[in-house]
């Protein structure tokens, strides 16, 4: 089955958003991953803190001017009050508000999908993670990358031992867009590099949290200790734009992460290499498409997208034939669909990141930032335990 047959009992599902207003990128990006199976349907809104923004974006998605709303708390308190209310809300702001519209969604009884980093610490990110559970509603954590079917075929060799005991984990995400101080227009740009709204990090909690969360999420360890240096390229940042990084799994495999927003050249470097006793593999996020797998004593292959080759649930992923290229935004559709099928079907789906991904995610941030203040002194990971 794939995201094009939808069973009899799949029905759209009724979607908000808050943030995603004119002028932001990711906003975009998380209607289109919601339309493009035909799963949700976009009925409310607080697009913007700026009035004339937030009625714009609403006027120009074509959401009525009554489920426009200032903010998050009217957008819930509004919908409430409709039979036809929303029951999934997609929170796309800047890092600070994650955590205050993620708890209040979940106790107005919505389901959530969420930007990362999911909070700005690990206080937060554990209150939200009793805030799931008590809730009893879905939690989504944006971490697209592994909605790549071939992401997931490489998680899937794996654990089937393809690659034996496994030996080091390198993995990269570097950008070149933050190389020189961006223009006084460049809203992507003003948020990320002001604590206030980003956080305690930059690039880190940007993109490096990206690439830890891919490196468990093939590995199928869970990082136990970091040592790291977070540094600025740029002068006069107040948060970091590089990150170096050392890396002990729980399972004894060993590490390199590398992050960087000032690197000429690339401009969305995202790539993973996993070496095992008996084979390595290795992806990259700009050539999707294309999974390499090395075995120590045999010829190396070029893995393909190919339907018949992979298994059902991750096949159901895969929207067009094998030659014709999916990306950036199918990956992304791919967590959708995952929701609208665990929702109608009323299954959960293993590899769907939720809000665990995001309290490991905020413990790697911690312990980094702490090596980090220490000189690069080994950190522990709180919490850090199995298998992912």
Not at 53 to 63: D, H, I, P, Q
Not at 319 to 336: D, Q, T
Request: proline letters at 4%; glycine letters at 12%.
């Amino acid at each position: 089955m794939n995201a094009t047959s939808c069973n009899e009992t799949t029905r759209r599902l009724r979607l908000a958003m808050v943030g995603g207003g004119q002028g932001a990128l990711i906003g975009g990006v998380h209607r289109i991953a919601a339309r493009m199976d035909d799963r949700f349907e976009l009925v409310a809104g607080s697009f913007s803190s700026q009035l004339e923004r937030n009625r714009a974006t609403a006027r120009e998605l074509g959401v009525a001017e009554s489920r426009c709303y200032a903010d998050y708390q009217a957008l819930l308190a509004g919908e409430a009050e409709r039979s036809d209310g929303a029951e999934v809300v997609a929170i796309v702001t800047p890092n600070h508000l994650h955590f205050p519209a993620a708890l209040a969604c979940l106790e107005a009884g919505r389901h959530v999908i969420c930007e990362k980093p999911m909070t700005l610490s690990v206080d937060e990110a554990q209150q939200l993670a009793a805030a799931v559970e008590a809730s009893g509603k879905r939690f989504v954590l944006a971490h697209n990358y592994v909605g790549y079917p071939l992401v997931q075929h490489a998680r899937e060799l794996v654990a089937r031992g393809e690659l034996g005991r496994i030996r080091s984990v390198q993995v990269e995400y570097l950008q070149e867009w933050l190389s020189e101080a961006p223009g006084p227009d460049n809203r992507q740009a003003a948020w990320r590099l002001d604590p206030a709204r980003a956080g305690a990090t930059g690039c880190l909690g940007d993109i490096g949290v990206h690439a830890f969360h891919l490196a468990q999420f093939i590995c199928g360890q869970r990082v136990s200790e970091v040592s790291a240096e977070l540094f600025n390229a740029v002068p006069g940042r107040e948060l970091d734009d590089n990150v170096h990084a050392l890396l002990r799994f729980v399972g004894g495999a060993r590490g390199m992460l590398w992050a960087s927003q000032t690197a000429p050249g690339f401009e969305n470097g995202l790539s993973i290499r996993v070496v095992g006793e008996k084979a390595s593999l290795r992806w990259a996020q700009e050539s999707p498409n294309e999974l390499h797998f090395s075995p120590l004593d045999g010829p190396a292959q070029r893995l393909t997208r190919r339907d018949d080759r992979l298994g059902a649930d991750i096949a159901r992923g895969i929207r067009i034939p094998g030659g014709h290229p999916e990306g950036y935004l199918e990956a992304f559709a791919n967590l959708y669909q995952a929701l609208s099928d665990g929702l109608n079907e009323g299954t959960e789906t293993p590899w769907l990141p939720g809000v665990e991904d995001g309290v490991d995610g905020m413990h790697f941030i911690a312990a980094t930032l702490a090596s980090s203040r220490a000189a690069g002194a080994w950190t522990a990971l709180q919490g850090a335990g199995g298998a992912p």
